[in-house]
């Protein structure tokens, strides 16, 4: 009986490819099995076995990107294809440890768009999307390819400034705004405008990303009374 099960292992085992008896055969040196040990029977199961992991490798690493894709998708806003709030929380996160940690400067600056909510209510949600497209757009132009930028609530927008002071990110802001002024968007034929107030802050050692996020909101906050009635234009 065992001489019949040895001779249908050899007659299956001579029908595995060239290839695969090579790819077999360091494996089997890998492992450091006695080539004596090394009956059909033991090859054909081993064989089959690392068939089995190789599918097994072969679904892990499609998970894997799956996994890479999901968290991708996670970290992009819902309107503009930029990052969100959940992204952006941790790149301030990581710019204030480098801060802590080697002394690289980093600053917050944040926009909240005027009158945002005229937008929608007179032309529609539609006009409304369409405008955070476009502020995402003039962002994404003027910003420097190192800085990081983000959707983090309904009108309003961030952005990390790597190696940055107050003074860069201020004049940035004011270049920013004044585009905004000066370039509509289209929506149904009409050119509507939308502005928007800035302000920025530096990151200091101690600060977390909620609070030194709540600073940048403060300073926007600031110019935005500063500037009160500078509204939709239409």
């Keep these: 009986m065992d001489s019949m099960k040895a001779q249908e292992s050899e007659v299956k085992f001579s029908k595995v490819t060239p290839t695969r008896k090579m790819l077999l055969a360091e494996r089997l040196i890998s492992l450091g099995i006695p080539e004596d040990e090394m009956t059909p029977n033991v090859r054909l199961v081993i064989s089959a076995l690392l068939e089995k992991m190789d599918d097994v490798n072969r679904d892990l690493s499609r998970t894997k990107e799956n996994l890479s894709e999901i968290e991708r998708l996670v970290d992009v806003d819902c309107v503009a294809p930029i990052a969100n709030r959940r992204a952006f929380m941790r790149r301030l996160s990581w710019a204030i440890t480098m801060h802590e940690r080697y002394g690289h400067p980093s600053t917050i600056l944040y926009f909240d768009l005027n009158d945002f909510k005229a937008i929608n209510d007179t032309h529609g949600h539609a006009a409304g999307d369409l405008a955070i ?11 420097r390819e190192s800085d990081f930028l983000a959707r983090i609530g309904g009108d309003e927008f961030a952005v990390i400034m790597y190696y940055a002071n107050e003074e860069s990110a201020k004049a940035r802001g004011r270049k920013i705004a004044e585009k905004l002024d000066n370039t509509p968007f289209t929506f149904n034929g009409s050119h509507l405008y939308v502005s928007a107030a800035y302000g920025y802050y530096l990151v200091r050692s101690g600060d977390d990303a909620e609070s030194a996020l709540a600073s940048a909101d403060m300073s926007m906050y600031v110019d935005k009374r500063r500037n009160k009635g500078e509204l939709l234009k239409a």
């Design 133 to 143: 497209i476009h502020v995402s757009q003039i962002l994404s132009t003027v910003m």
